[in-house]
């Protein structure tokens, strides 16, 4: 079947900005064809977000036996969603199929994108900031394996969800020491994965996230399947400083509002991100990739 794309047609004021700094920044480098602000992403995905949250019969915990659940495809939508778990923790997933893509274009481009924020711009010209990762050599050794490359190797991501900027540190590791199932994965076929636990820099050592990144190569193309977590729960007690991003998130005043509506905008913003990236990762690929 046929996927209609629509245009996303709605930035707000300081995405606008942005934009235009972006594009301004990335003149001369050998990659700025890819730069490309008109976004699309499916109608059916448009529909699945703006109609309010998710049936709450398929909003995940981040419980391990819900993290194995969401991999087996078990009482799940397909496509996306948000909504709070409780009052103190948002969920937002999404199930994509990019055609033409391969896991280890998602690897390279896991590498790649973080050694220049330029590069990281291509990925949402209207969003994305500024990236930084902890141990640039490590990220580039070529004789290391990929995971050798990212796990433990925290990146730091500034961009927008919604009209706010965060400045979101990742702290990469494998999909089993966050909580996913390793027989389940392999019996899926889920091997790759960035997958991390997430902090803001404001609280780098208070764990308020965790996001599973997992994918398959299928004859039909890359899936990939999402999911998302951010608040404070006790299930988030098992990363570093878990147990005190409640009282954290209290004393700046980001409660139950201020979640839900960042559920909705990361939604908006995980859809643009990836199927802009599904658009312009073959070619860029094919150019980059050996150089
Ligand atoms: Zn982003």
């Known amino acids: 079947m046929k996927t209609d794309f629509v245009p996303i047609t709605y930035f707000a004021v300081p995405l606008q900005k942005q934009l235009l700094e972006n594009q301004e920044n990335i003149r001369g480098k050998p990659y700025e064809d890819?730069?490309?602000p008109n976004l699309k992403i499916p109608d059916s995905a448009i529909q699945q977000v703006t109609r309010g949250p998710m049936d709450r019969r398929y909003v995940?915990?981040?419980?391990?036996?819900?993290?194995s659940a969401?991999?087996?495809g078990e009482d799940v939508i397909q496509g996306s969603g948000y909504a709070m778990v409780d009052e103190a923790l948002f969920y937002v997933q999404s199930r994509m199929l990019m055609p033409g893509i391969t896991s280890e274009?998602?690897?390279?481009?896991f590498v790649w994108h973080q050694l220049?924020?330029?590069?990281?711009?291509?990925?949402?010209?209207?969003?994305?900031?500024?990236?930084?990762?902890?141990?640039?050599?490590?990220?580039?050794?070529t004789s290391l394996t990929f995971e050798e490359?990212?796990?433990?190797?925290?990146?730091?991501?500034?961009?927008?969800?919604?009209p706010i900027a965060q400045e979101i540190a990742i702290h990469f590791d494998s999909p089993a020491a966050l909580g996913a199932d390793r027989e389940i994965l392999e019996q899926n076929g889920y091997y790759f994965s960035t997958s991390a636990w997430m902090s803001l820099t404001a609280a780098p050592?208070?764990?308020?996230?965790?996001?599973?990144?997992?994918?398959?190569?299928?004859?039909?193309?890359?899936?990939?399947?999402?999911?998302?977590?951010?608040?404070?729960?006790?299930?988030l007690h098992r990363f570093p400083g878990g147990a005190d991003a409640a009282a954290f998130l209290r004393s700046?005043?980001?409660?139950?509002?201020?979640?839900?509506?960042?559920?909705?905008?990361?939604?908006?913003?995980?859809l643009s991100e990836y199927y802009n990236l599904a658009r312009i990762l073959p070619k860029l690929y094919e150019k980059f990739a050996g150089n």
């Open 149 to 162: 490359r990212l796990y433990g190797n925290t990146n730091v991501a500034k961009e927008f969800i919604g």
């Open 205 to 235: 050592e208070t764990c308020m996230g965790l996001m599973f990144h997992l994918g398959r190569d299928t004859s039909k193309g890359f899936e990939f399947i999402t999911q998302y977590w951010m608040g404070s729960h006790d299930e």
């Open 34 to 36: 890819f730069f490309d």
């Open 252 to 270: 700046v005043g980001f409660e139950t509002e201020a979640l839900e509506n960042l559920a909705f905008e990361l939604s908006i913003h995980d």
């Open 116 to 141: 220049e924020k330029e590069r990281y711009t291509l990925w949402f010209p209207q969003a994305h900031i500024d990236n930084k990762v902890a141990d640039p050599e490590r990220l580039a050794d």
């Open 105 to 109: 274009m998602m690897r390279w481009w």
């Open 60 to 67: 995940k915990t981040p419980s391990k036996s819900d993290i």
């Open 70 to 72: 969401f991999v087996k």
